[in-house]
């Protein structure tokens, strides 16, 4: 290649590098206006100081099976950290083989959220730890036979009282709450490529992806799914413009009206989460739902109204794949030896 040829080239690919870069400038400043990134620290928890010997505990809980009557199901049963965070089932099995109502969430990320479970009935961290233990379809516990397990343990009461120093009876089904949250509140996946596209690195994202990105904020997207989180910050109907059918959305899920009886939220969730979606199908409150893609096709013609091309559903698809954070890295917790003291468990099928 002479030089001369070799200097038309490099012009033309300046040419052409420039729109794309500005592009792509465009895009990061929009987009800014719309998401957060995931910060590299542990986030604040209201009214719970995370600190290391709580989160050591909380880790202890949340493997723990014998917090469940069978002693058989642990909250990573539903929500494996091996997993996205989830179990990958339409809806979670739980004890007696019961199959759940909803779709399990993931718990990845869970501490941005503005509430907890599709319909939002729990406050924060603390208040969902202390549901699926006493449901009955769940773990089915109660807060007195918990505390009963855990006082028979004395490496728990010494890891209760290293948790919470000064109180009498730090050994509590509230305190088993907090433990769990403060763990729960680590289990956040900072660095995607998305985040470190908002922190200025315009390159890491593909022209698809980017072109997905674009997408996903002209078509009205981003208005429900934001933020941090890239949803979990309200609630809507699902079914704005026109319901899903009865398989993916069932009519006898009402969705926030059970939580405020308010004929105006029935069926209105809260908006999914998006941050590592790749990992996490089936999808919806349903679990009906195991393709990625057609997902967001019924969520464009549901919500938005909008029917989106095979191409533009295949670039926005591309750009939710750049959400997938860096998994937290939790080794598995030795956890106390129970003694003759500790509950038996119960039979989770009867003889």
């Not at 501490?111 to 603390?126: I, S």
């Amino acid at each position: 290649m002479t030089n001369s040829t070799l200097r038309a080239t490099l012009a033309c690919a300046v040419f052409l590098a420039a729109p794309a870069t500005a592009f792509a400038n465009d895009l990061l400043e929009e987009a800014k206006d719309y998401f957060a990134p995931i910060p590299s620290v542990v986030p604040a928890v209201k009214n719970n100081a995370v600190t290391s010997d709580k989160i050591n505990l909380g880790k202890m809980l949340f493997f723990d099976p014998r917090l469940s009557s069978s002693a058989l199901i642990s909250c990573n049963t539903c929500h494996n950290l091996g997993m996205g965070g989830d179990d990958n089932l339409e809806t979670s099995i739980g004890h007696g083989w019961q199959k759940g109502p909803r779709n399990a969430p993931t718990v990845l990320n869970a501490v941005f959220n503005v509430a907890q479970f599709w319909d939002g009935r729990a406050e924060d961290l603390k208040a969902q730890a202390k549901g699926p233990v006493q449901a009955g379809v769940e773990m089915a516990s109660t807060p007195a036979r918990v505390e009963e397990t855990l006082n028979s343990m004395p490496a728990y009461v010494e890891a209760f009282g290293k948790a919470f120093p000064g109180e009498d009876k730090p050994v509590t089904f509230d305190n088993m709450a907090k433990a769990i949250e403060a763990f729960e509140a680590t289990l956040i996946t900072p660095y995607s490529r998305f985040d470190q596209f908002l922190e200025g690195n315009t390159s890491v994202l593909n022209e698809e992806e980017q072109a997905g990105l674009q997408l996903f904020m002209d078509t009205g997207c981003a208005s429900c799914h934001s933020g941090v989180n890239l949803g979990g910050e309200d609630y809507y109907p699902f079914g704005v413009v026109e319901k899903p059918g009865a398989d993916i959305l069932p009519a006898s899920d009402k969705g926030r009206f059970a939580v405020t009886q308010t004929a105006d939220e029935e069926y209105v969730f809260r908006a999914g989460p998006l941050r590592n979606i790749e990992l996490t199908a089936p999808y919806f409150h349903s679990g009906k739902v195991w393709d990625l893609e057609q997902a967001v096709a019924i969520m464009s013609s549901s919500q938005l109204g909008e029917e989106l091309t095979d191409d533009q559903i295949k670039k926005i698809t591309a750009f939710l794949k750049t959400l997938t954070g860096e998994q937290p890295k939790v080794e598995y917790p030795i956890l106390p030896v129970e003694t003759a003291e500790t509950p038996k468990p119960e039979a989770m099928i009867a003889k």
